[in-house]
Structure formats: structure tokens, C-alpha cells
């Protein structure tokens, strides 16, 4: 008798467990190819930039700088960034920021800042990069202006005037 | 299928685990969909957060229910190296005493704060037992938030039950001593001499405490206490044993009376007095201590003044009513309307009714006076007793149904009964030696009667054994249905006395994550690399100090010598969730510092040998934590090393010499 309880026990939480919907949807998340990086563009054709996984899909850049957001840019770098990232070249922890915004789009750039896990886990761009660094670039919690202005600092120290 | 056969196994192995390991006399506790009712699949949350209080150890413990799983050991009147708690600079202040520092206490008691009698998630309270103190715990952080200091007290035991809306928070004297000038007298002079207070702390918005008001109070011992809520809000009861006012072997001594006491304080009373200025100000001392979220430091103050209230002159303030054989626990059913007193000795469960107490004290329905005080009828306040309930009745909570589950210590066993026709309705045997016990919300008027946990004294033969100290423990039964079901044991850390759970959606919501580097406010943060540095102030050496995954900034320093003292200030830069790191240094007489994402902490330094020394990081924190290391050159006195410190900073490389021939 006390056997067939335990059985029935585990009958049920097999039963339980294994038909539990969110658990199907973690096991698919962790399975499924990498999401589709490449943003159509406004005219419906796909662009060869990839603006990476995120909230950022369309920033407007002007081709002249905004020095008051570079500055709130350099602000952030120096507390939140520096640590890892040098604005020459050289690789540090991370990848030099020398050019930086001539090889990515900003949207990708903004949403890796802010977005990191994710982009980390399904970008091929990030992923690529974490390949070279092997230390998964820690999300440190910057706003989306932070973002901004932080990439507003990368286009003045790739000589944006 | 393969996942679903490895769990089908993982539950049979807890189920044979269970039929295996249980003792033969308790073959029948446990039935088999026990481990079903216990699972909590990996990755999936508790139902409730279960706040442990941790005895002897001095901490207070985080479960989850029903899984028993320890989330955290939150450390509140002991230190931790593990967590640098008590040898960091900035948490010494927390264990400041009126004795100076002490890394060491008893804490007995835990309480959820409430609004209109129901927990609201905002604060646990803990007691400390030996040096009289209360701790507030922010569940926000899940750390000590403050901890303020009892005088005129001993044996903080009554301790830190509250009111309704989070009012107050009571402390009282186990240990009635000599107060004040007259301090230094005879033992035996107990009856004469020695006397109990209770305290009424006062919590603020924010949750930060002061003494309100203390009572001065008949030389007996004050042992547990609950607040009246609904109707008897403005009330508070504490049990009380030693009438007899013994002074030696209390196992016999103050086992004499038939009767000791509950006594109901009518604190709203106390307020009008107190407001009437016939408080007398009493010259004591005692520091308060308070952590500060945005230094991320304490601060420790000594405080000179408190105000006693002496309710033998100023009467309608306390009552006390006799209940049978040394009361222990003294509990307030969900209504307010139900006061339920425990004897330890006792082989019946009494039931006091606010209704009828107010009319015993409206009617003066007194048997006497006790040093002053009005003694009520112990008929005129009863509502009735519970017959032959077990041996040794200690807590008992509540379920919100009208039931009430009281532990027998003597006996083993949790009892269900009935409040208004104290019929027994169930009883479970405990593995063993039962204290008090938890119902999610059980002390409040609003419990979510789900699960009972009983926390045992003794656990013998439940657990593999680990030499002459043993495992204490929890038992968690489900009560849902009509019988109480055993569905897990745990084993807990310290000694288990009080606990209390919460639906942990409550306090989950509100976790933080990181602290804002932005908003630290540290004297000694670096915001950034570019802030790092090292600073000279006579034989004081401070380093401003960065750490990220995964360097220190600066990790070379040189210029330090014997008879310096070296303060590491080190800031974590990271702003992620789950990112400490840790710092520790070759011969340090402390402890390591655990630094979250965003905060500042200092390690004090001083070290005793030439050498060069190397500083790490503790906690594993990427793929290169092993690389992340620093070292420290410690000169001789009088060196005329320079101070200097950096980061990356490689020899030039040698120039090879051209071959010669």
C-alpha cells in the first residue's frame, strides 16, 4: 500500500513537472537558434548592420557631435566603464573603443550596453566577441540616456566634432 | 523522457530516503505523498519566506517553504567573517555596546512587522538575550538595519513582539537585577532589591527605534509577550514567572506557586502619563546604531536618558492575572479577543478573554495586589481551559479558522484545538522536544494557514551522526485539510526558538539588486579607476581601491612600512545583480571583506613582517577570477622606499646584451 502511494506521488509530480508550460518555453529559449540580428530597415529590405536584441531600434544620430551628451558620456565611462575598456586600440578586459562606432551600428552598441545577458546569449556579433575576451561583459546598469551619451563619447573619441 | 524519468528518480530516492531514515516508532508520520507536498523543483520559488531565529549563533536564518531550503544566514548580533559583518570598518559600530564591542549573542526572537495587524514585508525584528538589545532587519537588503540597546535590563527574553501597526516594539527584563545607584547589593537581597522592566520602543517611518518608555516593574521574570490586536489593540500581555522572587535554583524555587502571572499592560494609558509629564528621567546608558544605505556605513551613538513609568503609583497601567504553573508562552489569537497563556509545568492550556478582563477591571474584581499592582480573578478573566491537551503547553499560533496549534515540549507533540470550545481536535507527534513553532502569519490577524513548523530542541536519532553535537531542527506539517500532515525535516543552524513566515511575494518584489554607484556616498569610494589611489596621513595609509571583473585598481603598491596601518577601501564597480567581490590579504587578523555590486568597505591592516604580500579577491567572479590579485610591499621602519601604487604597469623589458666573443 505504501508503495503505491509513493508511486502515485511520483506518477503526479512527473505528471506536474513535465507538462508545466513555462518549462517547455525555458527549454525552447535555451534550444532555439539565435534571433534574427538583422533589423529591416524603414524601406522594408534588411540591413547588412545589425542593430543587435533590444529596446533600441532606431537612434538618430547627427553628423555633427553633442558635446554636452559626450561629456555626460565620458562621465559615465570613467565610473562605469574604464575599468575595462581603453579608448585606444589596445584590449584590456574588452575591446579597445578606437573605431568602435564605425563597426557597429549605435542601436547595437546601446542595447548590448543595456541588454547585455541577452545580446551575450543570442548575438553572434557579442558572442564572436566574448569568444576573443572570455569575460562576459557585466551589465552595469545604465540608463538608456546614459547609453546614449555614452556612445555620444565614443563618436567624439573616434573624432566626431 | 530522460528528464522525466530523472526526476521520477529523484523523488524516489527523497521517498526512500524518508522510509529509510525514520526512526520505527515514527513509521506512520510520514505518508508517501509527503515528498510531493515538500518538492520544490530546481529553479522554481518557495511558496514563503521562513525568518529563523538562530539561538546561540546569534543570527537569524532565511528557508523557504515548503522546501526547507536556507537561502541566507543574515548576520545581526554575532560577527561573520564569511561576510565581513562585525570586522569590516564600516560594520564594527553595529556591535558597539554600553560594554563596549561584542561579537557575540542569544537571538531568540523573530518578528515580522505590521500594518493594521497583517506582516507587511517591510522589517523582521530580532532579540538579543545576554547584552539586552533589539536588531531591525531591512528585507530590502536582508541586512541589520539598526540595533538599539536595552538599559535598565537583563535577559532581554519578552522580545521583540510588536503592535499592530508597528508602533512598538516591546523588550523586557528575563532577569530582574538592581537598577540605577543601588546596584551593588547582596544576592539574597533579591525581594528587596532587584527589579523587571519592560520596554516600549517606538518605531519610526523608517523604521529607526528609540526608547519610548520603560516600566519599572516587580522583581520577577518576564519571559514572552504578545500584543492585544482589533478589540485589545492598545494592549500588550507578558507572561511571567519567579513570584516566588527566588534568587537560587529557580528549577525548584520558582516552582512553588500554584499561579504566576500574565500581566496586560494598557499602553495607551502609559502614553497618557507619559504625556502628562509623569515619566521620571532616568541618567543610563546605552548606544543605538544605525547603518547607513548610502555610506554604507554605521554610525554608533551613546544615548544618556531614559524615561520610566512606575505603574504601582500611577494605576490602570498593568493587571495581572494568574495563570497556572510557570507561563512560558503568551499568545493572542487572530480576533484579539483570545489571550492564550502556556505554563511549562501545566497539564491544561488556559484562555484568558479580553471582554472578560476588561469587565474583571471595570468590576474590580481583584484576589489582592502583587508590589502594588492589582491582581485580577483568575475565574473573572477566564474563558475556559483546555483539558488534558498534553504535558508542558510552551507557543501556540493560529490558523485564522478559529483553531489554535500549541506545542508540548514535555509531551513531544503539536496539538490542535478549538478556541471557543477548547475541544482537541488533533495532535502530531514532533522529532523531538518541541519549543515554539510557525504558522505563516500566525501571530497576525490575517494567517495564512497553509503550513505549521514546529522547531525542535532535540533531534536524537533523525539525522546521520555528526559526534556528540547534533543537527537542531524544523518539521514542517501541512495543515490544509482537517489532520496535520508531516511533510519535511530540516535541519537549521544555531537553535531555533521563534520564527515567522511570510507569502513571499511580500518581500520578494522589493529585494534590491545593486547599490547605485552614483549614489555612494562613502568617504572613501573611488566612482571609477580614474579615482583609485593611495594616500599617506602620518603611519595611516589609505587606499582608495576598484575591483571588476576581474582587477584590482591599483594591484601594486609599494612605500608601506612597519608600524603603518593599512585601511583598504575597496569599491566594487560592477552595477549586475549576484556580483560580490571579495578582498582578503596575506596575515589580515580579521576577516575578508564581501563588497556588493556598487558599495564601498574597509580592511584594516596592520602588518607585523617585511615582506610582500598578496591581496585577492574571494569570490569566484569570472573566468579570470584567479588572476585577479594584487601585491603589497611592506618595507622596514625607516625605508626610504617611496609610496607608490599602479595597475598594468609592466618592467621595460631587458635589452639583450650583444654576444661577445
Redesign the interface.
Known amino acids: 500500500m ?1 508503495k ?3 508511486i ?3 506518477a ?3 505528471f506536474g ?2 507538462s508545466s508550460d513555462s518549462e517547455k518555453k ?1 527549454a525552447s529559449a535555451t534550444n532555439e537558434p539565435a534571433a534574427e540580428t538583422k533589423a529591416p530597415a524603414a524601406d522594408g529590405t534588411t540591413s547588412d548592420v545589425s542593430r543587435g536584441i533590444g529596446k533600441f531600434t532606431k537612434v538618430e544620430v547627427s553628423p555633427t557631435l553633442d558635446v554636452q551628451m559626450a561629456d555626460a558620456g565620458q562621465k559615465v565611462f ?3 566603464c ?3 575598456h581603453k579608448l585606444t586600440e589596445e584590449k ?2 574588452g575591446p579597445g573603443w578606437k573605431g568602435v562606432t564605425t563597426r557597429r551600428a549605435p542601436e547595437w552598441v546601446m542595447n548590448f550596453a543595456t541588454n ?1 545577458e541577452e545580446m551575450l546569449a543570442k548575438d553572434p556579433a557579442a558572442q564572436a566577441q566574448l569568444e576573443i575576451c ?3 561583459m ?5 540608463t538608456d540616456d546614459d547609453a546614449r551619451h555614452v556612445y555620444e563619447f565614443m563618436r567624439k573619441n573616434d573624432g566626431v566634432k | 523522457m530522460t ?2 524519468t530523472f ?2 528518480l529523484a ?2 530516492a527523497i ?1 526512500l530516503s524518508y ?1 529509510a531514515c525514520k526512526p520505527k516508532d515514527a513509521s506512520t508520520a510520514v ?6 507536498k515538500a ?1 520544490v ?1 530546481p ?1 522554481k520559488y518557495d511558496e514563503f519566506y521562513n525568518f529563523v531565529s538562530g539561538g546561540f549563533s546569534g543570527q537569524m536564518s532565511v528557508y523557504g517553504l515548503p522546501s526547507g531550503r536556507l537561502f541566507r544566514v543574515i548576520p545581526v548580533f554575532s560577527v561573520d567573517p564569511e561576510k565581513g559583518y562585525g570586522y569590516s570598518e564600516e560594520s564594527k559600530p553595529m556591535l558597539n555596546t554600553s560594554n563596549g564591542f561584542i561579537p557575540w549573542d542569544d537571538l531568540h526572537h523573530t518578528e515580522l512587522s505590521q500594518t493594521n495587524g497583517e506582516i507587511d514585508g517591510r522589517w523582521v525584528f530580532g532579540n538579543a538575550n545576554n547584552t539586552p538589545r533589539v536588531a531591525r532587519i531591512d528585507l530590502k537588503t536582508f541586512r541589520t538595519a539598526e540595533i538599539i540597546e536595552l538599559p535598565n535590563s537583563a535577559g532581554n527574553h519578552s522580545s521583540p513582539f510588536i503592535t499592530e501597526n508597528t508602533e512598538y516594539v516591546v523588550a523586557g527584563t528575563r532577569f530582574s537585577v538592581p537598577m540605577g545607584d543601588n546596584s551593588d547589593v547582596a544576592i539574597d537581597t533579591y525581594k528587596k532589591n532587584f527589579k523587571g522592566t519592560v520596554s516600549f520602543i517606538s518605531v519610526g517611518k523608517a523604521g529607526e527605534m528609540d526608547i519610548a518608555f520603560q516600566l519599572m516593574l516587580p522583581g520577577v521574570n518576564f519571559d514572552l509577550s504578545h500584543a492585544g490586536k482589533g478589540p485589545s489593540h492598545g494592549w500588550f500581555f507578558f507572561s511571567c514567572y519567579n513570584t516566588e522572587q527566588a534568587n537560587t535554583l529557580l528549577e525548584v524555587n520558582a516552582s512553588q506557586r500554584d499561579k504566576d502571572f500574565i500581566m496586560a499592560v494598557n499602553w495607551k494609558k502609559a502614553e497618557e502619563y507619559l504625556k502628562a509629564g509623569k515619566g521620571v528621567k532616568k541618567q543610563v546608558k546605552y548606544v543605538h546604531n544605525i547603518w547607513d544605505e548610502a555610506t554604507h556605513s554605521a554610525k554608533s551613538e551613546l544615548r544618556t536618558e531614559v524615561t520610566v513609568l512606575d505603574p504601582a503609583v500611577l494605576k490602570d497601567i498593568c493587571y495581572f492575572i494568574p495563570c497556572p504553573k510557570s507561563p512560558h508562552g503568551c499568545d493572542v489569537d487572530p480576533t484579539g479577543e483570545y489571550i492564550v497563556g502556556s505554563g511549562k509545568l501545566a497539564a491544561l492550556i488556559p484562555v484568558f478573554s479580553f471582554t472578560k478582563m476588561q469587565k474583571a477591571i471595570a468590576d474590580k474584581a481583584f484576589e489582592g495586589d502583587f508590589e502594588g499592582i492589582p491582581v485580577i480573578k483568575y475565574e473573572a478573566a477566564l474563558h475556559g481551559e483546555v483539558q488534558k491537551p498534553g504535558l508542558g503547553p510552551l507557543h501556540t499560533e493560529f490558523d485564522g479558522k478559529g483553531n489554535a496549534y500549541t506545542t508540548f515540549f514535555v509531551s513531544s507533540e503539536i496539538v490542535k484545538w478549538n478556541i471557543k470550545d477548547l475541544k482537541v481536535l488533533d495532535r502530531a507527534p514532533t522529532f523531538y522536544s518541541v519549543g515554539h513553532l510557525c504558522i505563516p502569519g500566525g501571530d497576525s490577524k490575517k494567517p495564512s494557514p497553509k503550513y505549521v513548523i514546529a522547531y525542535n530542541k532535540i533531534t536524537k536519532d533523525r539525522y546521520l551522526p555528526t559526534g556528540p553535537e547534533l543537527a537542531q531542527s524544523a518539521q514542517i506539517y501541512d495543515i490544509s485539510g482537517d489532520k496535520m500532515q508531516l511533510i519535511l525535516d530540516f535541519p537549521t543552524i544555531g537553535e531555533p526558538h521563534y520564527a515567522q513566515a511570510a507569502p513571499a511575494e511580500l518581500i520578494s518584489k522589493n529585494s534590491t539588486k ?1 547599490y ?3 549614489e555612494n556616498k562613502n568617504p572613501f569610494v573611488a ?4 579615482e583609485t589611489k593611495v594616500v599617506r596621513e602620518g603611519n595611516k595609509i589609505h587606499v582608495y581601491m ?1 575591483s ?4 584590482f ?1 591599483p594591484d601594486n603598491i609599494e612605500g608601506v612600512k612597519l608600524g603603518d596601518e593599512v585601511y583598504f577601501h575597496v569599491t566594487n ?4 545583480w549576484d ?1 560580490p567581490h571579495g578582498f582578503a590579504v596575506k596575515g589580515a587578523n580579521n576577516a575578508e571583506l564581501l563588497i556588493m555590486p556598487g558599495e564601498t568597505q574597509t580592511l584594516k591592516w596592520v602588518p607585523e613582517k617585511v615582506g610582500v604580500y598578496p591581496m585577492y579577491c574571494t569570490d569566484f567572479c ?3 577570477h584567479q588572476e585577479m590579485q594584487g601585491y603589497i610591499r611592506v618595507s622596514p621602519a625607516g625605508s626610504n622606499v617611496p609610496l607608490t601604487f599602479s595597475l ?1 604597469k609592466l618592467p621595460a623589458p631587458e635589452v639583450a646584451a650583444p654576444p661577445t666573443k
Open positions: 505504501k503505491i502511494l509513493i502515485t506521488g511520483i503526479a509530480l512527473i513537472c513535465g525555458d570613467d565610473v562605469k574604464s575599468a575595462c584590456l578586459v547585455t572570455l569575460v562576459r557585466p551589465n552595469q546598469s545604465l | 528528464k522525466k526526476i521520477g523523488v524516489l521517498a522510509t505518508s508517501g505523498d509527503a515528498a510531493v518538492y523543483p529553479g545593486i547605485k554607484i552614483e566612482k571609477g579607476e580614474k576598484t571588476i571583473r576581474s582587477h585598481s564597480l560592477e552595477q549586475d556580483v569570472s573566468a579570470l598594468g
